[in-house]
C-alpha cells in the first residue's frame, strides 16, 4: 500500500470538512415577554446567525403600554460582526409609527464614525466586541464596556454576583441582568416611567 497517497487523501477529506463546516450557518434565537408592573404589554425577539466567522445579530420588539396616553412602540436592531468585532449597526424606535430613533455606527479605517437622524455624532476609536444585543446570547466575564445603541456610547457592565450584573446607563439609570447556565433569563430595565422585565419564554 502507499501510504503517502492514503495520507494525502486523509488529509484532503479532513481539508475538505473542515473547509464545509467553516461555512455552514446556524441561528440561534431567543424569545423575551415584557411586563410593566406585572402586566404584559409586549415582545421581544432576539436573533443570532453565525455564517463561519461572520455573525449577525438581529433584534425586535413591540410594545403596548397605556401611560394616560396609549403607545406602541416599535424598535429594531441589526449588527453584523466579523471576527467578533463590530462593523456596523442599525437601530430604529418608532412611537404610534412616528420615528423617534434612528441610530447608527459604521467601522471605518481606524474608527468607528456615528450618526443619529442623519447627522453625524462622534467617533470610537477602539474595536467593539460586546453591545447590549450581543449578551442577550453570552453572558459577559466579570466587568465589561457594553455600546449601547440607545445612548450610542459605551457605558459600564459590572458583575455583582455569580450570574448577577449591573449595566450602568446615562441619567443615573440602570439595568440589571440575570443569567443561568450562561443563558440570559431575566432582564429588568429602569425608564423614565418605571422598572420594565424581560423575561425569557
Not at 60 to 67: A, K, P, Q, R
Not at 84 to 103: G, M, P
Not at 151 to 169: C, R, S, W
Given at each position: 500500500?502507499?501510504?503517502?497517497?492514503?495520507?494525502?487523501?486523509?488529509?484532503?477529506?479532513?481539508?475538505?470538512?473542515?473547509?464545509?463546516?467553516?461555512?455552514?450557518?446556524?441561528?440561534?434565537?431567543?424569545?423575551?415577554?415584557?411586563?410593566?408592573?406585572?402586566?404584559k404589554i409586549g415582545?421581544?425577539?432576539?436573533?443570532?446567525?453565525?455564517?463561519?466567522?461572520?455573525?449577525?445579530?438581529?433584534?425586535?420588539?413591540?410594545?403596548?403600554?397605556?401611560?394616560?396616553?396609549?403607545?406602541?412602540?416599535?424598535?429594531?436592531?441589526?449588527?453584523?460582526?466579523?471576527?467578533?468585532?463590530?462593523?456596523?449597526?442599525?437601530?430604529?424606535?418608532?412611537?404610534?409609527?412616528?420615528?423617534?430613533?434612528?441610530?447608527?455606527?459604521?467601522?471605518?479605517?481606524?474608527?468607528?464614525?456615528?450618526?443619529?437622524?442623519?447627522?453625524?455624532?462622534?467617533?470610537?476609536?477602539?474595536?467593539?466586541?460586546?453591545?447590549?444585543?450581543?449578551?442577550?446570547?453570552?453572558?459577559?466575564?466579570?466587568?465589561?464596556?457594553?455600546?449601547s445603541q440607545n445612548?450610542?456610547?459605551?457605558?459600564?457592565?459590572?458583575?455583582?454576583?455569580?450570574?448577577?450584573?449591573?449595566?450602568?446607563?446615562?441619567?443615573?439609570?440602570?439595568?440589571?441582568?440575570?443569567?443561568?447556565?450562561?443563558?440570559?433569563?431575566?432582564?429588568?430595565?429602569?425608564?423614565?416611567?418605571?422598572?420594565?422585565?424581560?423575561?425569557?419564554?
Amino acid at each position: 500500500m502507499n501510504w503517502s497517497i492514503l495520507i494525502s487523501l486523509i488529509n484532503g477529506l479532513l481539508i475538505g470538512f473542515f473547509a464545509v463546516n467553516a461555512n455552514e450557518s446556524s441561528v440561534v434565537t431567543r424569545k423575551y415577554s415584557i411586563y410593566y408592573e406585572s402586566k404584559k404589554i409586549g415582545n421581544l425577539t432576539a436573533i443570532k446567525t453565525t455564517n463561519g466567522k461572520n455573525t449577525s445579530y438581529k433584534l425586535e420588539s413591540d410594545v403596548d403600554i397605556n401611560l394616560v396616553v396609549n403607545y406602541k412602540i416599535i424598535e429594531k436592531i441589526n449588527e453584523e460582526f466579523k471576527d467578533d468585532k463590530l462593523h456596523n449597526s442599525t437601530h430604529t424606535r418608532h412611537i404610534n409609527s412616528e420615528l423617534k430613533a434612528d441610530n447608527k455606527i459604521v467601522r471605518n479605517g481606524a474608527a468607528y464614525e456615528l450618526s443619529h437622524g442623519g447627522k453625524k455624532g462622534g467617533t470610537i476609536k477602539d474595536w467593539i466586541k460586546i453591545t447590549a444585543l450581543t449578551i442577550y446570547f453570552k453572558e459577559p466575564l466579570d466587568s465589561q464596556m457594553v455600546y449601547s445603541q440607545n445612548h450610542q456610547q459605551l457605558v459600564n457592565m459590572k458583575k455583582t454576583e455569580t450570574g448577577k450584573y449591573t449595566l450602568h446607563l446615562p441619567h443615573n439609570k440602570k439595568a440589571y441582568y440575570q443569567y443561568v447556565g450562561g443563558q440570559l433569563k431575566i432582564l429588568e430595565s429602569e425608564t423614565n416611567f418605571g422598572k420594565v422585565k424581560f423575561v425569557l419564554d
